[in-house]
């Protein structure tokens, strides 16, 4: 059994997404702001603490929910039907594969008798628990207000609680809503489902002996070796959780075996010799407390008795230690070397604490030890849920990718869930912000949390949930591309606001200083910058525009020119060229001939507008085309002429050329560039520009030397990348505003 899909309706900004469950790991990864946090938060709210806030309902169906309510007040005959809220309340459905040897799990939860297997679906729906009853309570407090606000003696815009229903439910919430659970139909599962008016909930928890669940919160509250142990449920101390796992599982005086006896006896020895040396040691302090005479009293006699209590060994700092040494100490008559483990560092008490809460989680569920005493009436689930939500709170990168590496495995390290024939399940839901944790997971176990903009004046912005194991396809070698491609780089594409593709290393060096030397708000920005070849680039296209990323991709022109030799063999060939117009040349870039503007030949592409540079509006190609220019001695006095660059290089000396004219004792590519701008005519400066770019050259050595020897703000950037630069950021400051939370007025109509 697991599950294999939950729809979040009207959570916060996730108004409607549906998320596909994998068999074992889930990772949610996305943009800050993008969903990932709210979807853990509903599976928590609707699963372990039905805590639901005014706040966690989607922001956009406050005013609909306002107008029920002012309906209620102005007509005469109220509407009390269910399915006018349905639409606008928190709700998720659940949707389960169950095995035919699973039935007797969910007999309570079949749709009908002849249901013959495959999916089961539930929608948990935050709904309210009487709407009659919420009708004459928020009709009283509403008529209540409007006749004290009547009573005012002096004109005021004062208005008292409740405003709007909203308003009322913000005080009022938990009284009047309550989870409610009912069965979906598998037939019309996929498609939209509404919750027949007449429908009776089921009845109690609907996951009751059915799935165990269990979370591992955001990391946050480890303490340094200064501060106090901490009283909250939330103590991450490896010691406070030995204490609840031996409390649950292993101490002694719970249900005693024959193994605890002798555990027992030597507590009750050590006991009774306290006591006696309790006894001889206070006997001057007691005899001076007992001579004491106090009026209405008899004269007191006190008596020391000594509890041993085995948790109390390990309630203290020092309970949990680390050797030093390991072995301890450097030589065999040296003293162990321990320190209590508050002197780690926090990455490794966050490490050890969430590994041990996994295991705590597991045992619990397969009831290891005492466990399975104190709860053998109920059969283990057969389901295990548990959610982590951004593991990776100080953790180093390595670490990162140690823990998710292990985190399913030590969940399944027991011997009942080793089996093949095993019926119970595993499945482990991540929320990250670790671009490390996910290179580590499978490709196909990632879950992209999508922002998208508001669709109309009156909505809000909202995410939605790409399954990546779905964008390229069934065995698609591109796919295999992209995996192994993202497999070699931090994966920081998922969690990017922007992405910017570049053709090579020098690309990869300048472009962030272009950036930060000229683009502001584009340098706030998270923008991802991912160096993979023209030739390539092109096979990120259905990740890219299906993760609807901004991306700019920085690439070169690569002219060619079509050759057939001579002979029988008529073999054609594709020689680099320098970029001349009306030449019946190619571009050899996959990426401008298979993704924008999509066109081969030269002059075509050359002539392409900026609006045919981008596709699906949210990737733009940027690449080199004619520029005009002054050049040579007399230039003030000259006209301009036109100039194609053939890479990145050439086109940043043309965008420099005093700059290069001026570099003091150039080296190696450098010289080759500077000695092209002091060549007359401009077409020769840019032939002798290619001859050098056109062999083997040390171009990222080139950005290195430019990158010692000048401050980046003295470099212009290429036309073509400040142009494809000024569009990045114009639609980032777009989509920013976009996503800005519009105001809900609390104001009723007068």
């Known amino acids: 059994m697991r599950i294999t899909r939950i729809d979040i309706k009207n959570y916060r900004k ?54 029920i309510a002012r309906a209620w007040i102005t007509d005469t005959v109220p509407n009390f039907s269910k399915s006018a809220w349905q639409g606008l309340v928190p709700a998720i459905d659940f949707w389960l594969s169950v095995k035919d040897n699973e039935l007797h799990y969910v007999s309570h939860l079949l749709p009908t008798l002849d249901w013959n297997g495959g999916e089961l679906g539930v929608r948990l729906i935050y709904e309210p628990q009487d709407i009659e009853e919420l009708y004459k309570k928020y009709k009283e407090a509403y008529d209540k207000a409007r006749q004290t606000e009547g009573k005012r003696k002096v004109d005021s815009t ?27 139909d598998p037939a019309k599962n996929g498609k939209e489902q509404t919750t027949d008016e007449n ?41 406070s959780q030995f204490r609840d796992y031996f409390q649950k599982h292993l101490n002694p005086e719970e249900l005693p075996e024959e193994s605890d006896l002798s555990a027992l006896e030597a507590m009750e020895m050590a006991r009774r010799e306290f006591d006696k040396k309790l006894k001889k040691d206070f006997n001057a302090s007691i005899g001076e407390l007992e001579n004491l005479s106090y009026p209405g009293f008899s004269d007191p006699k006190i008596q020391l008795n000594c509890k041993i209590n085995p948790i ?4 203290h700092d020092a309970a949990v230690q680390f050797d030093v040494f390991r072995d301890g100490g450097l030589i065999a008559s040296d003293p162990i070397m321990t320190l209590p483990e508050k002197y780690n560092g926090l990455g490794y008490q966050n490490l050890i604490s969430m590994i041990f809460n996994l295991i705590r989680y597991r045992d619990e569920w397969m009831r290891v030890g005492k466990a399975g005493n104190t709860d053998n009436e109920n059969p283990i689930e057969p389901l295990h849920i548990v959610m982590v939500e951004e593991p990776e709170a100080h953790l180093h990168a390595q670490v990162q990718q140690v823990f998710i590496r292990k985190a399913y495995e030590v969940l399944r390290n027991h011997p009942d869930l080793k089996k093949e024939d095993s019926h119970l399940s595993t499945q482990l839901l991540i929320s990250t912000h670790s671009s490390h944790i996910a290179h580590e997971i499978d490709f196909r176990s990632l879950r992209y949390f999508k922002r998208l903009a508001a669709q109309t004046k009156e909505d809000a912005p909202f995410a939605t949930v790409v399954n990546l194991s779905t964008v390229f396809g069934e065995k698609d070698e591109t796919a295999k591309f992209a995996t192994r491609y993202l497999r070699s780089t931090h994966c920081d594409l998922f969690f990017a606001d922007a992405a910017i593709l570049v053709e090579g290393s020098a690309e990869r060096m300048l472009v962030p200083h272009f950036i930060k030397a000229k683009y502001p708000d584009l340098n706030k920005s998270y923008v991802s910058l991912l ?6 680039a092109y096979r990120l296209k259905p990740l890219i525009e299906c993760l609807g990323i901004p991306t700019l991709v920085i690439t070169d022109l690569d002219a060619v020119e ?39 030949e030269l002059d075509a592409v050359l002539a392409t507008s900026s609006f045919d540079k981008i596709s699906n509006g949210s990737v733009r190609i940027a690449y080199q085309y004619e520029i005009k220019l002054r050049w040579g ?23 420099n050329v005093e700059y290069f004219k001026n570099l003091v004792s150039p080296k190696g590519l450098l010289k080759k560039m500077q000695d092209a701008v002091s060549t007359e005519p401009l077409v020769d400066a840019c032939q ?12 990222a050595e080139m950005a290195l030397e430019i990158l010692w020897t000048t401050e980046p703000q003295d470099l212009n950037p290429p036309l073509y990348i400040s142009e494809g630069l000024d569009w990045l950021q114009t639609l980032l400051k777009s989509m920013k505003k976009d996503f800005e939370t519009p105001h809900v007025s609390n104001e009723v109509d007068a």
Request: aromatic share 8%; proline share 5%; charged share 25%.
């Open 14 to 67: 996730l108004k409607h997404c549906q998320i596909e469950i994998s068999e074992k790991e889930t990772v949610f990864v996305g943009a800050n702001n993008s969903g990932k946090t709210s979807a853990m938060d509903a599976l928590k709210a609707f699963l372990k603490s039905s805590d639901i806030s005014s706040e966690d309902f989607t922001i956009s169906n406050w005013p609909k929910i306002n107008e």
């Open 158 to 184: 004062l208005q008292l609680w409740p405003k709007t229903m909203q308003d009322f439910l913000s005080k009022v919430l938990q009284k009047q809503f309550s989870i409610k659970s009912y069965l979906l």
């Open 199 to 239: 429908a009776e909930p089921i009845i109690g928890n609907p996951f009751k002996g059915l799935i165990k669940i269990d979370m591992v919160n955001a990391q946050r509250g480890l303490s340094d070796p200064h501060s106090g142990e901490g009283q909250s449920n939330n103590d991450r101390r490896l010691s």
């Open 312 to 315: 109390d060994g390990l309630n």
């Open 531 to 536: 160096e993979i070849g023209g030739s390539h």
């Open 562 to 600: 079509k050759r057939i030799s001579d002979g029988d063999s008529n073999r054609t060939t594709y020689p680099s060229v320098r970029p001349e117009k009306e030449k019946s040349y190619y571009t050899g870039n996959d990426t401008i001939k298979n993704w924008a503007p999509a066109k081969s």
């Open 633 to 655: 001695k007399q230039k003030e006095e000259q006209n301009e002429e036109g100039a194609i660059p053939y890479t990145f290089e050439d086109a940043l000396v043309l965008s």
């Open 688 to 699: 002798a520009m290619f001859a050098a770019l056109n062999k083997p050259a040390k171009k």
